[in-house]
């Protein structure tokens, strides 16, 4: 599997978490797609593009469980959550709620926007209010790594009349979606972590009711009649859009290569190892754990994550706070990737 994908060679590549990795296969389409646009710009992009996007926006849609008109094409989690809690049109003393597991930049666009609740995962109702909006919370949490029951938050959100706005950033390609099952109001994912496409492919998901108070990251040639969401949302001026089409063949990469189960067991083998050796308790139960898995160390340490890359060319992220190191499993890693982080820790 090593040899299918571009990274080097010389790294224990032990964090697939923060940018995913690109195969060299999907690369190579994705380098087409731009030699396509570039032999003839104008017949690509005016012509071509609107189309070719819809068709990779409806293999998209049957990967995750979504209608092709319900999903548009975004550069990253990031833009999407924005986009979503823009469409919200929040006012001063406004509640979001949320979990204490957030990921830090989509913290701070909530906290430009409105009141952010950040409270305990079993305890989040708790906070809710009379001010209560909505309700924002990550399917695969980032430093902790955790698998959070959605399902069921989304659903007792909805309950009690509340909109609901899912960070799918992890979970595309480690979790089988279904997001019309799910009922989310927003759902945004990147399909460059774990599926694998090339940097700067994500899409929203959007229920139909909500389409219409969506607005593109910026204003342009969408908007003209006749506008829909799509058109408000996908044209973005000039741009290069060849990660977004090479997204059909990274989902046809990962089916082809599927092994999430050995990785998850890795990864969750490769938990209990860290834990005895450090000596600390894992921060939650197994079931959590998908093929990321965070570990508590004896103490915090903000400069371990430098030392073993410089001195063991290990590749692993610790938490800001310097409290937690994630291991990322993927199909191109194996047990002596984790053996070689073992015994560097050791
Ligand atoms: C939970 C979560 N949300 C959002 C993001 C942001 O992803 P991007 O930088 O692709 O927008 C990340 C990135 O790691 C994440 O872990």
């Known amino acids: 599997m090593r040899d299918l994908f571009l990274l080097d060679p010389e790294v224990t590549f032990l964090n ?63 833009t999407g959550v924005n986009m979503a809690a823009r469409a919200l049109r929040l006012e001063p003393g406004d509640e979001v709620l949320s979990t204490n597991l957030e ?20 305890e989040l109702f708790e906070h809710v209010t009379a001010r209560t909006k909505a309700v924002f919370v990550s399917h695969i949490t980032s430093e902790t790594a955790l698998l959070l029951p959605v399902e069921e938050i989304v659903a007792h959100a909805r309950s009690l009349g509340l909109t609901t706005i899912v960070d799918g950033a992890h979970a595309v390609a480690q979790v089988d979606l279904d997001l019309d099952a799910l009922g989310a109001d927003f759902y945004t994912g990147n399909c460059h972590k774990w599926l694998c496409a090339p940097k700067g492919a994500g899409f929203l998901h959007v229920r139909p009711e909500w389409q219409e108070r969506v607005d593109g990251a910026i204003t342009s040639w969408g908007y003209e009649e006749p506008a829909t969401f799509i058109s408000h949302t996908e044209r973005q001026g000039t741009r290069d859009s060849s990660a977004y089409l090479t997204v059909p063949a990274a989902i046809a990469f990962v089916r082809e290569h599927d092994d999430r189960d050995r990785c998850v067991a890795l990864a969750r083998e490769a938990r209990r190892d860290l834990c005895e050796l450090f000596g600390t ?49 993927a199909s191109y890693n194996d047990r002596a990737d984790v053996d070689r982080l073992l015994e560097a820790l050791a």
């Open 16 to 78: 697939h978490g923060s940018f995913g990795a690109t195969p060299r296969a999907v690369f190579e389409r994705y380098q087409a797609w731009q030699r396509e646009l570039e032999r003839e710009p104008v017949d690509f992009i005016a012509r071509r593009l609107g189309p070719l996007l819809a068709e990779a926006r409806a293999e998209l849609g049957a990967f995750v469980g979504a209608r092709a008109d319900d999903l548009t094409f975004v550069q990253n989690a990031t």
């Open 103 to 122: 990921y830090g930049a989509c913290v701070l666009t909530w906290q430009r926007l409105c009141t952010f609740v950040q409270a305990g995962v079993d």
């Open 281 to 329: 308790e894992p921060i939650a139960p197994e079931s959590m754990v998908l093929q990321m898995a965070s570990v508590r160390l004896p103490e915090p340490d903000v400069d371990l994550n430098r030392r073993l890359f410089d001195d063991h060319r290990i590749e692993i992220p610790i938490s800001d706070d310097g409290t937690l190191l994630r291991l990322s499993i």
